[in-house]
């Protein structure tokens, strides 16, 4: 029997990848539902080749074309905001891929769990921003958590087999983004332009300035916390250049294990798919002596000052790392838009996580009104 | 309970190592039998603080200085030979760690296993020589055989937690021994003393100058080939003069486990000694930023001839493996005493593969008639 999915965000980078895994293991796999949120033209596309029972479209002014080319092949189309969410919650699926960026993916990933599916996370937001309401959905319905990002999909494959109590750390590998060397009086005067050259991954933009501030870094730290239950203290980052090893499990008797491999997404998108299976695929191999060297450095934190507002966020828990995260993604956008400069950033994620009103538990409400909030405190920043 | 615990060759370099793993976690071995080839002092010294149940002292001469001691602790004292192989048969213990080094190892192995004993397994004449009779013994008695190398365990470490079948290919690693970047006209003039400065294991002289000669990574193939049961062709090095990456799996869909770690013979000994666990130590941990960098590079196999030999070997089967593991263990012996070149040593290998009278399924008393032919040959090369 295939395996029925839902791709949330199936027009993005990762979502583009996830249909060539479908592609690659065709038999494996049963799209049902496929999801964009501007890009209706490969929508169109792609809901003609994989014929979902329903494809959702965010931003619905371009809505009648696609019905008009799908009502033909029976393919339900839902719009807007709520027809995401509609999709998100529907239970005839085997597993939901939420590949959607930013905070929008966060209710997805809930409504899923909360039907009580498997859910293969590439939509960090979701753990950052609400990782309690995520663990409490995940522990009443039983429903798991599959990573899809490079670093906690090696970590994930580090620990099978493995008894967790005899894991004492978990190791983030880090490539440390194109700024690495530059020199740090400069970084005020970092454009756009410079900063969406990254060089190892093929990322979307909103993730590529995270990965140039190493708040992907800080990110992937609080994403870690809540996907493996292990402390701030037991998690390190070690940055990599290269990014052939995409992360690490130290053990208790000092015996590391590491998963390695060319930069490509598509690697650990089908492992989530096909968990706890490594299926055949003839991509590129990891050619070591053509490789020739690795290296590794401690991570520079008056360079990349997220990294350790991320760890400073994940101890105070509470609201705080949903607010660095929101912050972060709408100054990335002030950013991007040319309105603040490249060490803004930090600077204004800072000041949002001290100056928001801090809550210990906040419900789904709590964190839409931060949401709120906080893009109002970056939007008044000069 | 304890875990009983038999260790054959307690006195070397593997055997002290084992025994600092039990200080390690004292509580969970019991040491029922030690034995000694010739180290007679320290065996001593080990019998009165392990109080184990018999030793074993393969050279006899010291025999009665032994019994003398450890009569007064009730310690029984077997000798000879015969006394090895006694102790190798008994089955009041959980677990074997072969640790003898050499030919002699063979015999031990199959006893062990013959009378359902798992064996932890330094020795890798065991399976060089005797890889089929080996599997039969396990197979009849489902014994098993728990690597100790520390190349072997990373697989083994790599495979836990994995569907076999998924699992496309093993890569063992190596240093590239002391000469990888010696000039190889002057390979003929390498001196005993200078193949025994090994740069990153601390070892015995055999295996010392098997990692000399490379002949070490062409043994570890071959016991990889039997351990893991994967084909000639599955089965790459790649050298990595560090010493980090202990070795590595390589999965069908492009993705790289590897395990890592300083080298310490401790890790893997006490993984074998606790599998599937990963008990706490508190070695030195691997601190890859202080490492800084790994680097990979090609096996040279016109300055390591040796390692062609042994992939030679694994295509014909039946006696080669076994004939290129005792001219070449006799031929270091004779290097050793100068009595020959570094560079006869793969030339006699070769030799004894080609001229001897192949057999497609030796029994064990094939392969001791091949050790005395074998030897005779070594001895007329000049």
């Given at each position: 029997m295939p395996k029925k999915i839902s791709i949330l965000g199936s027009t993005g980078s990762i979502g583009r990848n996830a249909l060539k895994v479908v592609d690659n293991l065709k038999s494996d796999f049963e799209i049902i539902y496929l999801t964009a949120n501007t890009n209706y033209q490969l929508l169109i596309e792609q809901a003609l080749r994989y014929k979902p029972k329903a494809v959702g479209l965010v931003?619905?002014?371009n809505a009648k074309e696609v019905e008009s080319q799908l009502n033909k092949i029976n393919v339900e189309v839902l719009t807007g905001k709520e027809g995401l969410i509609e999709i998100s919650k529907r239970n005839d699926v085997d597993l939901v891929l939420n590949a959607l960026v930013g905070i929008a993916g966060m209710k997805p990933t809930l409504n899923a769990l909360n039907a009580g599916k498997n859910v293969a996370l590439s939509n960090k937001e979701s753990l950052v921003m609400a990782g309690q309401l995520v663990k409490n959905a995940q522990q009443k319905k039983g429903a798991k958590l599959y990573p899809v990002d490079s670093e906690h999909s090696a970590i994930w494959q580090c620990l099978?087999?493995?008894?967790?109590?005899?894991?004492s750390k978990l190791i983030l590998t880090g490539s440390g983004g194109p700024f690495r060397e530059r020199n740090i009086n400069t970084f005020s005067e970092i454009t756009p332009e410079e900063a969406l050259k990254h060089p190892n991954w093929n990322m979307g933009n909103k993730i590529t300035i995270d990965s140039a501030t190493m708040m992907n870094k800080g990110l992937e730290i609080i994403e870690a916390y809540w996907l493996f239950d292990f402390g701030v203290e037991e998690i390190d980052i070690v940055v990599h250049p290269q990014s052939i090893i995409h992360s690490m499990i130290e053990l208790q008797d000092g015996s590391v294990k590491a998963q390695l491999g060319v930069p490509d997404m598509k690697v650990p998108i089908q492992y989530a798919l096909t968990y706890p299976r490594h299926k055949p695929a003839d991509w590129e191999r990891l050619d070591l002596i053509k490789l020739g060297k690795m290296t590794f450095e401690e991570p520079d934190y008056e360079r990349f000052p997220s990294i350790k507002l991320a760890f400073d966020s994940l101890k105070k828990l509470g609201t705080t790392p949903a607010v660095l995260n929101i912050a972060n993604e709408f100054a990335v956008y002030r950013f991007l838009n040319n309105e603040?400069?490249?060490?803004d950033i930090p600077k204004i994620v800072e000041q949002a996580c001290g100056k928001h009103d801090w809550m210990e538990s906040p419900t789904l409400s709590d964190l839409q009104n931060l949401i709120g909030w906080s893009k109002d405190f970056v939007k008044s920043y000069k």
């Open positions: 931003e619905s002014k099978q087999g493995e008894n967790k109590t005899d894991v603040i400069k490249f060490t």
